[in-house]
């Protein structure tokens, strides 16, 4: 077994290089070196952000955990909740979490529309924008109240991202994904979330998915780790960046241990990408459409003013996590 390092064949590097590339190869290694334990998420930095987030929010947090310990929740939901401890994940229906499967033609008519789209055709509509391998159909449409509210929003969704959280979930964001045949392909950007990766702005959360086209292994579906096989030690070499299939193999990881999203229409996936190791779809030959919603806790290993602008409650979907913590019996919800 090969263990990638930050030092991995540096010396040997240093033997065949002249001293430009020299200096860039050092200059690169130190850099990643400084993001790896004093970036923003560093193994350093990060928990004196999260020690600060939890002395300057205790007031809020503590609110929101005394919300969630007082609540009364479902055996299923309590069910659910453990195999994400004990797994990361757990793989079900709309239909099994006895929930309405208007969600599923409802994100079905927001994509007819855009059911010939090609790679090239996304690619047009994203000019200007980061990733070009997908387009976010919940945001074309504007967000609008639809049924995808409704299901995210159920008490059974809730209920088991506030279990396993142990406090008022916040909805940082919701997308319904399509992603073109082909749409791994675009080489550079593949190199984001199309590689492996945890989500490192948090230590724990849960991301809903849910299929509303069903998804085979042609779609490019989601890929994971079971969290038994995902050791974050395989991950110190990268941290806190992306690796390769390559690299996974390389850093001992078992590919054997992968699982994938696929399913008929309206399977749901709840995992926690924080703890998983995952990576998203690669080059498929036929479209994906995946309903995508990611529930956190305010602890975050984000500085603090970087968390406030980008993942709490008051600066994504506001109005719909005030109404999350009045579902939770909030009477005055402050978010
Ligand atoms: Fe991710």
């Known amino acids: 077994m090969v263990k990638l390092g930050a030092f991995q064949n540096f010396a040997d590097l240093t033997m ?68 994400l401890a004990e797994n990361g994940y757990h793989i079900t229906t709309v239909a099994a979490l006895g929930l309405d499967e208007s969600v599923i033609s409802s994100c079905r008519d927001l994509y007819t529309p855009y059911d010939s789209l090609d790679l090239a055709g996304v690619i047009a509509k994203r000019q200007g924008k980061g990733k070009r391998y997908w387009i976010d159909l ?58 492996w990766h945890l989500d490192n702005d948090r230590a724990q959360r849960v991301k809903v998915f849910m299929l509303p086209l069903g998804a ?43 699982v994938k999203f696929t399913g008929e229409p309206g399977a749901v996936l709840f995992f926690d990408t924080s703890t998983l190791f995952h ?5 498929a030959s036929k479209p994906r459409l995946m309903l995508c919603a990611d529930f956190g ?11 406030a602008r980008t993942i709490w409650p008051e600066s994504c979907l506001p109005e719909i996590n005030l109404e999350i913590m009045r579902k939770f019996g909030a009477t005055r919800p402050k978010i």
């Open 216 to 258: 085979d292994a042609e779609c490019g579906p989601t890929m994971f780790l079971p969290k038994k096989f995902s050791d974050p030690s395989n991950y110190r070499a990268f941290y806190p960046g992306y690796f390769t299939d390559q690299q996974f193999k390389q850093s001992g990881l078992d590919e054997s241990r992968i």
């Open 279 to 283: 990576c998203g779809s690669r080059t």
């Open 297 to 307: 806790p305010i602890s975050t290993y984000l500085p603090h003013r970087t968390a």
């Open 16 to 83: 065949s290089l002249s001293l430009p590339d020299l200096s860039r190869t050092s200059y690169r290694k130190l850099r990643s070196l400084k993001m790896r334990y004093f970036g923003e998420v560093g193994y350093i930095t990060r928990q004196l952000h999260r020690l600060e987030v939890h002395v300057r929010e205790r007031a809020r947090i503590a609110k929101r955990r005394t919300l969630m310990a007082e609540r009364s929740v479902s055996p299923q939901a309590v069910a659910i909740a453990r195999d």
């Open 138 to 195: 919940y945001e074309e449409f504007g967000q609008q109240r639809m049924p995808v509210l409704d299901f995210l929003l159920s008490d059974i969704v809730l209920d088991v991202c506030g279990t396993y959280l142990s406090e008022v979930p916040v909805l940082d964001y919701i997308t319904l994904l399509l992603t073109p045949p082909q749409g791994g392909t675009i080489a550079d950007e593949c190199r984001a979330s199309q590689d």
